[in-house]
Each structure stands twice: as C-alpha cells, then as structure tokens.
C-alpha cells in the first residue's frame, strides 16, 4: 500500500510562488507515473501536471503551462510542484497521486490514479 503525503501549501499574494512536495511511503512509487491534481470548491478535480516514471515525460495543464514545474526524486520517493506567478484561479487544494503501468502516455483523469494523497490547501490573495 503506498501512502501520499502533501506538503508546502499555504498563503500568499498574486505573482508569488509556492513549491509543493509529495513524499511516498509503504511502497515505492519509482515505477509510477506522479501526477498533481488540484479541486475548487463547486468544481471537478483537474490534472494539473503529471510525470512519467523516470521523469523524461511531462504534461502540463494549459492553464499552468509557463508557470509550473513537475519534478521528481526516485531516490527519495518525492514529487515535487513548483507554481510561480501564482493566480487567485489557482486556489484549491493540491492533491498528489500515483499511476501504477503507464509508460510513455501519461495518465490524465483521476481514474487513472491509483493512490492519492490527502491534499494540501493553496490560496492566493489578490
């Protein structure tokens, strides 16, 4: 069983930065595909980013295309979000999750995920 946990959410102004980490435990996800998720209040959960296995692949969201940046760390087992020039439209909270058996096409729907972090709230003031 894998466990996500988020971290690095919070409060800040338009145009700043957050960077979020996602730390995996009980099993390693070094073979999954990481995704970022994000939901508002009244909306559906969105792909934010996602990232292959050995981190040669990635998607981004258009609406975060420029702004963010999906990485990884195989030997620590952590996902990493980093969000620049931060909009009020970016306020959700942030979900980490984990696709088990997608090599080369990235997954893109909740579905798709097989694990998933508990969330971390971001909120940007304008």
């Known amino acids: 069983q894998v466990q996500l946990v988020e971290a690095g959410g919070g409060l800040v102004q338009a145009g700043g930065s957050l960077s979020l980490s996602c730390a995996a435990s009980?099993?390693?996800?070094?073979?999954?595909?990481m995704g970022w998720f994000r939901q508002a209040p009244g909306k559906e959960r969105e792909l934010v980013a996602a990232?292959?296995?050995?981190?040669?692949?990635?998607y981004y969201a258009d609406s975060v295309k420029g702004r963010c940046t999906i990485s990884r760390d195989n030997a620590k087992d952590t996902v990493y979000l980093q969000m620049n020039s931060l909009k009020p439209e970016d306020t959700a909270v942030y979900y980490c999750?984990?696709?088990?058996?997608?090599?080369?096409?990235?997954?893109?729907?909740?579905?798709?995920?097989?694990?998933w972090g508990h969330g971390t709230q971001v909120t940007v003031s304008s």
């Open positions: 990232v292959s296995w050995s981190g040669g692949n990635t």
């Open positions: 999750a984990a696709a088990l058996g997608y090599i080369g096409v990235l997954p893109t729907t909740p579905r798709n995920y097989n694990y």
């Open positions: 009980g099993h390693t996800v070094r073979r999954y595909a």
